[in-house]
């Protein structure tokens, strides 16, 4: 059972546009909220991440939008570049858990 | 520093075979997961140690297990191996203290194809 659910599967944009990917998850024990990011042949790398005590979160052209009450959070990034295509994965984890549930993944490709 | 190294980066498996992978993690790091990677199941967690102890497990049957030594490297083991094991197999190292931020680092994965 997929404890966070992830949309889209997929998305194209054009460069200098916006991606948004959305997240939803159902315990409410969770905590942490990060978001991999994941290039062909590599491992996934830590984006950005947030907790429930904030509603946003912005790192360059990535920012991460959070609604507790709506138990959902998303990804925006902003002026794509066609070197963001990659597999994005958000993720979840319980306090002191050490283990990631992980949403389905999000493939972006960004069109020059 | 260097970051999470796996070993073998690819191999080949006939079905019943058994199959060991290696993680070693960053230095420093005490905690190691592992995870399977699937087209159709994504990112499903394995198993966690820290400092040699198993501290969390996820639904994988008991063909899947794993062990930490002593210098942090970890290893896991798949028994009598089903074409459906074919997957990309991560580790992942983090200092695994109480209240850290949960950052994980992964290493580049092993990718086991099951024939």
């Known amino acids: 059972q997929q404890q966070v659910k992830q949309s889209p599967q997929s998305l194209i944009v054009q460069k200098g546009g916006i991606s948004i990917i959305n997240c939803a998850y159902e315990?409410?024990?969770?905590?942490?909220f990060p978001w991999y990011q994941q290039f062909p042949g590599k491992g996934p790398a830590l984006l950005i991440a947030i907790r429930p005590d904030v509603s946003e979160k912005k790192e360059g052209r990535f920012t991460i939008s959070f609604n507790k009450s709506a138990k959902q959070f998303s990804l925006h990034i902003m002026d794509s570049q066609p070197g963001d295509s990659a597999t994005y994965f958000c993720?979840?984890?319980?306090?002191?858990?050490?283990?990631?549930?992980f949403g389905a993944g999000t493939t972006v490709t960004v069109r020059a | 520093k260097a970051g999470v190294t796996q070993t073998p980066r690819y191999l080949i498996k006939t079905r019943g075979q058994q199959v060991t992978l290696s993680c070693s993690p960053i230095s420093g790091h005490r905690s190691v997961s592992w995870y399977q990677q699937t087209p159709g199941q994504g990112l499903q967690f394995l198993f966690e140690y820290f400092s040699e102890t198993q501290r969390n497990k996820g639904n994988f049957p008991g063909r899947f297990s794993g062990r930490q030594f002593s210098n942090s490297r970890s290893e896991m083991n798949v028994s009598t191996l089903e074409l459906g094991d074919s997957a990309l197999y991560l580790c992942?190292?983090?200092?695994?203290?109480?209240?850290?931020?949960?950052?994980?680092?992964f290493g580049e994965g092993s990718r086991l194809t099951v024939l």
């Open positions: 315990n409410t024990a969770f905590d942490y």
């Open positions: 992942a190292s983090s200092p695994g203290l109480a209240g850290g931020t949960g950052e994980l680092f």
């Open positions: 993720a979840a984890s319980r306090p002191d858990d050490y283990k990631l549930s």
